[in-house]
């Protein structure tokens, strides 16, 4: 059984993990070659987080586990990340909009934790606020340009809002093992989020002429480790070199 | 102002970085964008993630005018024996070290 502290940091890490891979896919793809070194810096700042999150789940294990070994060797169903972070990357706008709306509670959630009563977590959450706010800032910007762009940017970026709207809620969705360290100031309550992060979305969508679904049934599931096709297809290519060749160096 | 739809590649920007308070900003390369802040968000993703700077200024390129090789001639050449113009006959106090 894992303890509170344990899964809690491995919704924090995994998000990351899986986000940071998926953007890390656009590596040599993306459109220009300064949106390529934009993406794969959002990618590593991401894969970044993880490592931080996931080594200090290790720790907070006791079992001997490192970042690597909880990072390559875990099975989708051990995953806790949300959904959102697992799709398929799509094309640039579900890329930029999906940064977009994790970046926005990715913000809201490092202010929150960077007060947490656990010094570890204060520490990351602090280096990761700076990161993230960066990413909102680029994302956002794109989101503008894209929903206020040409008749395709626009019909592309609404697309990937309406692909991706259903996914949101997991993010609010407080987990009831989280209520503990929630009273002792260690964790931060996800659903009190919500509305904040709401007003700035819905800001930057108005502003890119975007319309945010309503009234829809939001996905879950991640949290639990039930998660999408996509993410075993992910991970196997993540994980082959690792599992291959167990301990390799270079 | 050429219509943006029409062109193939986004505009130039050119980024000049300054590596610490009080230091002049220098340029340090360019990069396509399609406006102000988006170039600056790039030039900050080229020019300024490996922490070599504190500010970055972007300008249009096309905003710049610049000296052509046909000018050296005329800009350049006349000042190599004008002495006079090098505040090089000034004795500098002593005790004065910045100069």
Request: aromatic share 8%; with cysteine; glycine share 8%.
């Given at each position: 059984?894992?303890?509170?502290?344990?899964?809690?940091?491995?919704?924090?890490?995994?998000?990351?993990?899986?986000?940071?891979?998926?953007?890390?896919?656009?590596c040599?793809?993306?459109?220009?070659l300064?949106?390529?070194i934009?993406?794969a810096?959002?990618?590593?700042?991401?894969?970044?987080?993880?490592?931080?999150l996931?080594?200090y789940?290790?720790?907070?294990?006791?079992?001997?586990?490192?970042?690597?070994?909880?990072?390559?060797f875990?099975?989708?169903?051990?995953?806790r990340?949300?959904?959102l972070?697992?799709l398929?990357?799509?094309?640039?706008g579900v890329?930029?909009?999906r940064?977009f709306?994790h970046?926005?509670?990715?913000v809201?959630?490092?202010?929150?934790?960077?007060?947490?009563?656990d010094?570890?977590?204060?520490?990351?959450?602090?280096?990761?606020?700076?990161?993230s706010?960066?990413?909102?800032?680029?994302?956002?910007?794109?989101?503008?340009?894209?929903?206020?762009?040409?008749?395709?940017?626009?019909?592309?970026?609404?697309?990937?809002?309406?692909?991706?709207?259903?996914?949101?809620?997991?993010?609010f969705?407080?987990?009831?093992?989280?209520?503990?360290l929630?009273?002792?100031?260690?964790?931060?309550?996800?659903?009190?989020?919500?509305g904040?992060?709401?007003?700035?979305?819905?800001?930057?969508?108005?502003r890119?002429?975007l319309?945010?679904?309503?009234?829809?049934?939001?996905?879950r599931?991640?949290?639990?480790?039930?998660?999408?096709?996509?993410?075993g297809?992910?991970?196997?290519?993540?994980?082959?070199?690792?599992?291959?060749?167990?301990?390799a160096q270079? | 102002?050429?219509?943006?739809?029409?062109?193939?590649?986004?505009p130039?920007?050119?980024?000049f970085?300054?590596?610490?308070?009080?230091?002049?900003?220098e340029?340090?390369?360019?990069?396509?964008?399609?406006?102000?802040?988006?170039?600056?968000?790039?030039a900050?993703?080229?020019?300024?993630?490996?922490?070599?700077?504190v500010?970055?200024?972007?300008?249009?390129?096309?905003?710049?005018?610049a000296?052509?090789p046909?000018?050296?001639?005329?800009?350049f050449?006349?000042?190599?024996?004008?002495?006079?113009?090098?505040?090089?006959?000034?004795?500098?106090?002593?005790g004065v070290?910045?100069?």
């Amino acid at each position: 059984m894992n303890t509170p502290l344990f899964e809690a940091l491995l919704r924090l890490g995994d998000d990351r993990l899986v986000l940071g891979h998926r953007t890390s896919e656009w590596c040599g793809h993306a459109p220009i070659l300064e949106e390529d070194i934009a993406l794969a810096n959002i990618a590593l700042d991401h894969i970044g987080q993880a490592n931080l999150l996931l080594g200090y789940a290790g720790t907070v294990e006791g079992a001997g586990r490192d970042q690597d070994a909880l990072a390559y060797f875990r099975d989708a169903v051990e995953y806790r990340n949300a959904l959102l972070c697992e799709l398929p990357k799509g094309d640039f706008g579900v890329t930029i909009v999906r940064h977009f709306l994790h970046g926005v509670f990715s913000v809201l959630q490092w202010e929150a934790l960077s007060q947490s009563t656990d010094p570890t977590i204060a520490g990351i959450a602090a280096k990761a606020l700076k990161e993230s706010k960066y990413h909102v800032r680029h994302c956002g910007e794109w989101v503008i340009r894209l929903g206020d762009g040409t008749d395709e940017s626009h019909a592309r970026a609404q697309a990937a809002v309406d692909q991706l709207w259903p996914y949101t809620g997991e993010l609010f969705m407080q987990p009831a093992d989280e209520a503990s360290l929630v009273s002792a100031g260690v964790s931060a309550d996800v659903s009190a989020l919500e509305g904040a992060w709401r007003a700035q979305v819905s800001d930057v969508l108005r502003r890119a002429t975007l319309t945010a679904p309503e009234g829809v049934w939001m996905q879950r599931g991640g949290r639990e480790g039930r998660h999408t096709e996509h993410l075993g297809h992910m991970l196997a290519e993540m994980q082959i070199v690792a599992r291959s060749h167990p301990g390799a160096q270079w | 102002m050429t219509n943006p739809s029409r062109e193939k590649s986004w505009p130039l920007w050119e980024v000049f970085s300054q590596g610490k308070d009080g230091a002049p900003h220098e340029h340090a390369g360019s990069v396509h964008a399609t406006d102000a802040e988006h170039a600056l968000q790039n030039a900050r993703d080229v020019y300024a993630r490996r922490n070599e700077g504190v500010s970055l200024w972007v300008v249009p390129s096309a905003a710049i005018t610049a000296s052509t090789p046909e000018d050296m001639g005329p800009f350049f050449d006349p000042a190599n024996d004008k002495a006079y113009r090098h505040p090089q006959f000034y004795k500098v106090p002593k005790g004065v070290k910045v100069f």
